[in-house]
């Protein structure tokens, strides 16, 4: 049997099918239920049919192509996942919208409260709803950008079992995911059980295995390029007015850094996942006024982010003049006689005959005996990559009950409670303190210190100098574990007061809700210890945090006129909530919207609402951390404070020691360090928000149906820290000067002047959280289904389109030369994942006796980079055309019972735009693409086969 021609797009909620005689329905977005009301708010609907004809093995990989949605972090990001992935609406943040199951909360990940969405069971999905424009007072805070509502299958019967295999035509990134579902009735049709299990398997894809991946390339240059954490070893001499030089490919000298190491193809473009899956739900009447119902679900998953292999990052080493593997040449150079080619410029650090005898002194206690400190940029690709792997597990119980108050008022009552847990494991790293000891030695064979079974190292050889003795020495792994609980527990009255205005009665939901959260972050003491785990960026100290809230809301539907000329309809829709958080005290959040339909075909929505949302314990208690992203240029670097004495002074002020003025450089992987953390003292966030549409369903044209709204978001107070390039405006563009905070702020790497460097000892920029900063969308949607009959198919055609008009942050919402940064259209370092301002998605189907085709086309606009920044990089990275995707899919009905649908993902084998890897922040500019937002898989094929009994 041939799908539904009216079924298999992304709809709005206002277009879908209507109820049964009789039936109530529950919209996203409200408490009310009712057979004839329909809401205010927009809501874009994702079919479960939709979904098998994408071929999504996971909720994010399909949220993510919706136009208006932003990428977040998900399965193409790899440097910057935590083993989770998130939905951001309308780029405003993941932290804003507000992911449910069935219209209730589920537990959040970790400590900033967002959902893993990852742990949503596609194949048990009758539909996402994605709602914009805020819903807070009917959720609750989180929801100023929206809500993400996840609804299962209710009342199944029967077996259904499916098992999906994917493929790249470069015959990697193989996945599978295989799904039951069993459900039946009993009591006489009184209750209903459904138990679904599921399993998916997805392999890793190597930006090496691309063209476009194989090298990093600088976006400044445009050459093939790298890290200054090389091999052979990259070496300075803190103090002293050397630059950075590098061992020579003979191992004998120090000669200008000529082999930046290639990190691009150790890493991934898509992270592996495993996942089993648990999910059970059950319902009873009691007797015809008491239904008691439950829902339970278990997720298990492992994945891993795969990043380039560790070495000492710029670390500064005591290095004994007797270390065995310093070769005598090297040797030379670093004391500063040799004057040829010395790292200590004019004034040796020790004389010839010092330096000799210093060679030969082995023992410590020696007077001879001699270290001098080096700042070593030495790869350990010996090791392998960097190797994080996540494992999840989450489970969340919901149990209650409802009935009818009275025949127009029904009840309902329940509790929920959820826990999750994410243990992360490291391998590949070494430890900085054993490195330390290692390079201590003065003999080949055993250190000075020969504690742990210290193992001496080579840091001057070529790659293979590093053996696995050494290897299982420095790399003992390192882990820590996140975690959250979520309590919850709501009870509301809803339905209609028996009367009204006009032939409809008066709608009415009222109800209190409690919600107790607290969250973990634990680490072992090498994580939790700032630089000690190479290439870890970020320490990870222990936080611990909790909030409770308590809530009463209420919404009213007031159909104010039925039936009449001019207004076949006229509703007013009320709703309001006061929240008392025990961290930032009460506060209130309202709506008021309406709909006017003046002919039975057109209707006219609209609503204003009033959000707040509360700081996540992240945001309150987070210790202070340093770590890295992207960034360009530094204006200390190069010879430009050698002449400018005010820029000087300011480098000097920013703990850059006088002897490293005009050798300061920009990493060139294009990092930074960054140091982020919580802020106590934050209040809520207010937005306002508001929405204006319409819903076309002509007679004169069956089977057609448009709406369109356009949506406006103004967030003050946000909660937010500054960007990169407003940290470096604030200091060198306003006021520079030595004594401004601004730039002082800033504190440098205290051996060599740079902004990398290792974290314990180089915060680099402060990006602390704030309640300074504002945030401001707006834009419209638009939505286009037509259905009809053919005569030799059925034809359905639908239509999704966004329209961005601005997405604009500014740092200080008080201070009026605070840059209000626009993001729409641009990426940059300052803009984190892309966000076009025209996209859209259109579906062409035909449907067969016992086939249907379905063409799916995905649209893109063209980008550019941020007009302030653009000067920085080649003209040829500058710009990202529009990009066309089609994905074609065929569903073949074998027979009643078994049905085999095949796909085609990126029909025409589109190439991500090459721009560079240092163009835009870490987590989003990756092999230098943008892989979230454009396809840097390829061409790749999907087949399901279902078995429905």
């Known amino acids: 049997m041939a799908q539904d021609s009216d079924e298999g797009g992304i709809e709005s909620a206002a277009t879908a099918d209507a109820p049964a005689p009789g039936q109530s329905i529950v919209v996203t977005g409200s408490r009310i239920q009712n057979p004839n009301l329909e809401q205010a708010s927009p809501v874009a609907v994702v079919t479960a049919e939709e979904l098998s004809l994408q071929q999504a093995n996971t ?30 609406l309308r780029g405003l943040g993941a932290n804003r919208n507000l992911v449910l199951l069935n219209g209730t909360r589920l537990v959040p990940q970790g400590l900033n409260g967002l959902t893993n969405i990852d742990v949503i069971p596609v194949a048990l999905l009758e539909r996402m709803d994605v709602l914009t424009g805020g819903a807070g007072a009917t959720y609750g805070a989180d929801a100023i950008s929206g809500v993400v509502n996840f609804v299962t299958k209710r009342d199944f019967e029967g077996v259904d079992i499916s098992a999906t295999n994917q493929i790249t035509e ?10 039951m579902i069993v459900g039946g009735n009993f009591g006489d049709g009184r209750g209903n059980a459904v138990f679904a299990v599921g399993y998916t398997n997805r392999e890793a894809i190597f930006q090496g295995d691309r063209s476009y991946g194989v090298n990093n390339i600088s976006s400044i240059t445009g050459a093939a390029g790298g890290s200054s954490t090389a091999i052979p070893s990259v070496i300075t001499v803190p103090g002293t007015t050397s630059g950075t030089l590098q061992v020579s490919p003979d191992g004998t000298s120090l000669v200008p850094f000529y082999a930046p190491f290639n990190f691009n193809p150790q890493n991934i473009y898509q992270t592996p996942l495993e996942q089993y899956r648990l999910y059970g739900s059950s319902r009873y009447e009691i007797n015809d006024a008491i239904e008691v119902f ?28 007797s270390n065995p593997f310093l070769p005598g040449g090297i040797r030379n150079q670093i004391c500063g006689f040799d004057t040829d080619a010395d790292l200590a410029g004019t004034q040796p650090l020790f004389s010839q005959a010092e330096c000799d005898a210093a060679a030969l002194a082995t023992d410590p206690n020696d007077p001879a005996y001699r270290t001098v400190g080096i700042d070593y940029g030495r790869r350990f690709i010996e090791f392998g990559p960097r190797l994080s792997e996540y494992r999840t597990r989450l489970f969340q119980i919901k149990a209650g009950a409802r009935g009818a108050l009275v025949s127009n008022l029904d009840w309902e009552i329940f509790g929920a409670y959820g826990e999750s847990e994410n243990v992360q494991r490291q391998s590949g790293n070494g430890t900085l303190s054993r490195l330390q ?13 020969d504690s742990n079974g210290c193992v001496p190292i080579d840091l001057f050889g070529p790659q293979g100098s590093i053996t696995p003795a050494v290897q299982s020495f420095l790399d003992v792994g390192n882990s820590g574990t996140e975690g959250a609980a979520l309590s919850q527990v709501q009870a509301f009255i809803s339905g209609d007061v028996g009367f009204g205005i006009s032939a409809e009665p008066i709608a009415i939901a009222l109800g209190a809700e409690y919600r107790d959260y607290s969250a973990f972050s634990r680490s072992d003491l090498l994580s939790q210890t700032p630089g000690e785990v190479l290439g870890n960026g970020a320490a990870s100290p222990d936080v611990e945090g909790a909030y409770d809230v308590k809530e009463v809301f209420g919404e009213l539907v007031v159909p104010l006129v039925s039936g009449a000329a001019f207004a076949d309809e006229l509703t007013l829709e009320l709703a309001g909530r006061i929240s008392d958080y025990s961290t930032t005290g009460t506060e209130y959040t309202w709506k008021a919207g309406g709909s006017w339909s003046p002919v039975p075909s057109l209707q006219i929505r609209g609503g204003y609402q009033r959000v707040t949302r509360a700081p996540n314990i992240s945001e309150l208690f987070a210790v202070p951390v340093t770590g890295l992203d992207n960034f360009d240029t530094d204006p200390c670097a190069g010879a430009a404070p050698t002449t400018d004495a005010n820029l000087r002074a300011i480098c000097l002020a920013q703990g850059a020691p006088a002897t490293s003025i005009g050798s300061i450089i920009v990493d060139p992987a294009g990092q930074v360090n ?94 602390v959280l704030t309640n300074q900063g504002q945030i401001f969308t707006d834009g419209i949607d638009l939505v286009a289904n037509y259905s009809t009959d053919l005569g030799f198919a059925g034809l359905d055609l639908g239509f999704f389109g966004n329209w961005t008009n601005r997405s604009r942050f500014k740092a200080n919402q008080d201070d009026p030369a605070s840059l209000n940064r626009d993001c729409v259209g641009y990426y940059s370092i300052n803009c984190a994942s892309i966000q076009p301002e025209f996209s859209f998605t259109q579906r062409t189907t035909l449907s067969f006796d016992e086939v249907d085709l379905s063409l799916r086309w995905r649209f893109i606009d063209a980008v550019e980079v941020e007009p302030l920044v653009a000067d920085t990089f080649l003209e040829e990275f500058r710009t990202i055309p529009s990009e066309h995707y089609f994905d074609l899919t065929a569903v073949f009905n074998v027979t009643d019972s078994f049905a085999l649908t095949a796909a085609v993902i990126n029909l025409f084998d589109n190439e991500p735009k090459v721009v560079g890897s240092n163009i835009g922040s870490t987590s989003y500019n990756s092999g230098n693409v943008f892989p979230s937002t454009y396809d840097a898989l390829g061409r790749r094929y999907s087949v399901t086969a279902r078995m429905t009994f």
């Open 59 to 88: 909720a994010e990989e399909s949220l993510r192509q919706i136009p208006g949605l932003v990428p977040s972090v998900g399965s193409n990001v790899n440097n910057g996942n935590g083993g989770s992935t998130y939905v951001n």
């Open 170 to 179: 470069e015959g990697d990134g193989y996945t599978f995911r295989g799904d």
């Open 294 to 321: 439950a829902e339970g679900m278990f997720v298990q998953s492992t994945t891993s982010t795969i990043i380039a292999s560790s070495g000492t990052f710029r670390n500064v080493l005591d290095t004994p003049l």
């Open 437 to 449: 000891q290692s390079v201590l030695a003065t003999n080949p064979n055993t250190c000075l210190d």
């Open 674 to 767: 960054v140091t982020t953390g919580g802020n106590p003292n934050l209040a809520a966030e207010k937005a306002n928000t508001w929405t204006i549409g319409a819903v076309f369903q002509p007679v004169f044209a069956p089977g057609l149906s448009m709406t369109i709204d356009y949506y406006n978001i103004k967030l003050n107070d946000a909660i937010t820290s500054p960007t990169i390039g407003d940290v470096f405006s604030a200091c060198f563009d306003n006021n520079p000067s030595p004594t401004n905070p601004a730039c002082t702020s800033i504190r440098r790497n205290p051996a060599t002047g740079n902004l990398f460097g290792n974290v314990g000892t180089t915060p680099g920029l402060p990006l």
